[in-house]
């Protein structure tokens, strides 16, 4: 699981081990209470039960074979699911920040996995979390628009997406982003919902927005290899005739479109 293939959520008392089973039936699983490295406090319930993460090497388990939280993320319950996205950010975060960013000392953990202190300047460094908006454009005769990237395989389509710039704000960053990769302009821009997306440490901010489907589309070449707006008929022809894949719908930017096309889409993935 996770960033590094090792990171896990287990149950206090009660050790499982590293890894997800296989579809129908997932569940995340811990290294086990004998293995090495830190432990993470990830929260309580309201029982009082507490539950850690950590890193190390996933055990065998009969019948089970390790996956990511992309691969089941989608079919987690809720607990397991929040848990195991937690785990993937801290982990991430503890591999890439062993060294103080003022002077380059090593750093301990503390306050149960949630800080890093410098061992010479006494610093304390905080996870970091990159805030991205992704955004559902429509135009006057309800389409969407749908762009792919260059290196997405052809029959990937998706909204638009971007990292929140220092000095903007999020319904700022939308409209830049939007304009920056398929020259449009943007009004009545509205926040829908967030998602976090520890790969490796985005959080994930969802917005409609309108623009003119008259206006020409004019795709950064760096960002968008190609860009077209689709009606719901035309969006669900194109998945039936497979030029389109259907998200899984763990994403945002699936529940994105599913909101706008009324339900799931033809031919949607598991995960």
Do not use: N
Request: glycine share 12%; hydrophobic share 40%.
């Amino acid at each position: 699981m996770g960033g590094a293939g090792h990171a896990g959520a287990g149950r206090r008392g009660r050790a499982r081990a590293g890894g997800v089973r296989a579809v129908p039936d997932p569940r995340v699983r811990g290294p086990g209470r004998g293995a090495p490295g830190d432990r993470w406090l990830l929260g309580v319930d309201p029982s009082g039960t507490a539950y850690f993460g950590a890193a190390g090497p996933l055990p065998e388990v009969e019948g089970a074979a390790p996956a990511g939280l992309r691969e089941v993320g989608a079919l987690l319950e809720d607990r397991d699911s929040g848990l195991l996205t937690h785990v993937v950010a801290l982990e991430h975060w503890h591999a890439t920040h062993r060294f103080c960013p003022r002077c380059g000392a090593p750093t301990e953990v503390r306050s149960a996995g949630h800080v890093r202190v410098c061992t010479v300047d006494g610093s304390e460094h905080f996870p970091r979390v990159d805030p991205a908006v992704i955004m559902l454009v429509r135009d006057e005769a309800d389409r969407i628009l749908l762009a792919r990237g260059p290196s997405w395989p052809a029959d990937r389509r998706s909204v638009l997406a971007g990292f929140v710039e220092p000095g903007e704000s999020l319904e700022q960053a939308v409209a830049r982003e939007v304009i920056e990769e398929v020259g449009l302009a943007v009004r009545d821009v509205r926040y829908l919902g967030s998602q976090p997306w520890p790969l490796p440490r985005s959080l994930m901010l969802g917005f409609t927005a309108r623009a003119d489907g008259r206006a020409p589309l004019r795709p950064d070449p760096e960002e968008i290899l190609d860009a077209a707006w689709f009606t719901r008929e035309e969006l669900r022809a194109a998945i039936d005739a497979g030029e389109v894949v259907a998200p899984g719908p763990l994403s945002i930017a699936a529940q994105l479109i599913m909101r706008w096309y009324g339900g799931p889409l033809p031919k949607m993935p598991l995960f």
